[in-house]
């Protein structure tokens, strides 16, 4: 036996915890969990037999050790519970790497500005093919209201059946607040949008830092650097991140991406065998210049595509 080594063998029975207490993860931070037992905020670090298994915000998680949430006392996160949803994005299109964005919300709101930054169509059209990969509700709210109109906008998703929500500066957000009760709801948007206007006026102690957009680029500064989960008033959970400028789809099969434009969808089934929906003799050109649907939706559909193949779209 060589010196330093323990004569006990190794083992893979790992233990069971059977007192191990419940816990919501509300942010992350190198390394560190902030968890909530009840209404305790307790700072945990990941057990090592949870190995490279990742942890995201709101994440059920089992603890052990100090869980009073005392200062400079630290838990043990030791198991992770199965995830009713999880929603992930790639850097690109073409990235194999999957990056979870947070675990078991039901709701996706997609917050895009009518003006101040201008909507991005394709953006959202890539956050509703998440969420349909993700199996979680879409909800589109769309922000200052007061600098433009919604009626192009809404006259694009409303036909789709995507719901949706108009707010404006200073507003009630009472349809809003019907919409997020007794909910995990993810905010994603960009920078500048006013995601963190909303979750200030939504949860008043939040203190969320709030960015402004620049004029020249006409994009808004990153000013959340966290995904982080705030309770609600009036019951449900609201987690905020941080400002996106590209949404990669990389780890969604291309019939989830297909399936994820239902007014197009449909018309595949008359596309030639082995069709790549890129070129000529594809039932999607037909389908559109007949009138069955929006031509923008169709440029949409085939940039995302033409993305998992290295070319670029810019959202």
Not at 16 to 22: L, N, Q, R, S
Not at 233 to 253: K, N
Request: charged residues 25%.
């Amino acid at each position: 036996m060589r010196p330093g080594k323990g004569s006990r063998p190794r083992t893979r029975l790992r233990p069971a915890h059977e007192k191990a207490v419940e816990g919501f993860i509300v942010a992350v931070d190198r390394g560190r969990y902030t968890c909530l037992v009840g209404s305790v905020p307790v700072v945990a670090m990941k057990a090592r037999e949870l190995g490279r298994k990742g942890i995201v915000v709101g994440d059920r998680v089992a603890l052990v050790g100090d869980v009073s949430g005392r200062p400079d006392t630290l838990a043990r996160v030791v198991r992770v519970e199965e995830r009713r949803s999880m929603l992930r994005r790639s850097a690109d299109d073409t990235d194999d790497v999957e990056r979870p964005v947070v675990a078991n919300a039901d709701q996706l709101v997609i917050v895009t500005a009518l003006a101040d930054p201008l909507p991005r169509p394709r953006m959202i059209d890539r956050l509703l093919v998440a969420a349909f990969d993700a199996d979680i509700d879409p909800l589109l709210c769309l922000t200052k209201a007061d600098l433009a109109s919604p009626d192009e906008l809404v006259a694009h998703y409303e036909p789709l059946g995507v719901p949706y929500i108009v707010v404006s500066k200073g507003g009630p957000l009472d349809e809003l607040r019907g919409h997020l009760e007794d909910r995990i709801s993810v905010l994603v948007g960009h920078s500048g949008v006013g995601k963190s206007t909303l979750v200030n006026a939504l949860v008043p102690t939040a203190d969320r830092a709030v960015s402004h957009v620049n004029v020249v680029t006409g994009r808004g500064r990153h000013t959340s650097t966290s995904a982080v989960a705030l309770e609600l008033p009036e019951g449900g959970w609201i987690i905020d991140t941080p400002g996106v400028r590209s949404f990669g789809l990389a780890h969604v099969h291309v019939e989830t991406v297909l399936a994820s434009f239902p007014d197009l969808n449909e018309a595949t089934v008359e596309c030639p065998k082995g069709c790549t929906h890129l070129g000529d003799g594809c039932a999607l050109d037909r389908f559109v210049a007949e009138g069955h649907a929006d031509p923008a939706r169709l440029e949409s559909l085939r940039r995302l595509l033409i993305s998992r193949e290295g070319g670029e779209d810019t959202p």
